[in-house]
């Protein structure tokens, strides 16, 4: 598999992963997700799960199962935010890693086509996934208000590099759309 596959994300939503509704997950087919947490589902420094998460998270397990994966080594911090969404989780992941994200599809019972691997990074959550052959969705990071302002140097950085690659992302232009994997 080449770099520009590895790096390309199945679909790309142009907002947060509140965004990503019941309607997209049958779309495409998805009976299960493997969500990061860190600017995924909560900006870095926040330790509690926001009521609009919370609705979020509700919604989608009626239509699908769901497991945290993070690279977060903090225990503490991703079972206080497990806990509070009423999810499995691993901790310490290691993404692109893929033992721990093997583990969950594992525990979910699911065939991997049909679980997605929904992040805000391309080196590790979109990465992992595509080394597993799992539906990646690329998310734009939940950040505090006052981070927003300045840019994502990791991210940035990841996109520029992806484009280098021969991915096909623009931080500029998102898109809501479904990138054939060959």
Known sequence: ???NNLLQPD???ESSILSLT??????????????DVDETLVPFK????????????????ACASLWLVSNNISE?????IARALDL???HGAAKPSRRKVRAALQAMNLPVNQVGMVGDRLFTDVLVG?????FTILVEPMVNP?????????????????????ATISPKKRRFTKINKS
Request: hydrophobic share 50%; net charge positive; no cysteine.
């Open 1 to 3: 598999m080449t770099w």
């Open 11 to 13: 679909l790309i939503l």
């Open 22 to 35: 019941p309607d997209i997950i049958q779309r495409y087919n998805l009976k299960g997700l493997i969500l």
């Open 46 to 61: 926040a330790a509690v799960a926001s009521p609009e998460l919370q609705e979020w998270v509700a919604q989608m397990r």
């Open 76 to 80: 503490n911090r991703i079972s206080n």
């Open 88 to 90: 499995p989780y691993f």
């Open 130 to 134: 595509n080394r597993l052959g799992m």
């Open 146 to 166: 006052d981070v927003a302002l300045r840019s994502h140097p990791i991210r940035n950085f990841e996109v520029w590099a992806s484009e280098i690659l021969g």
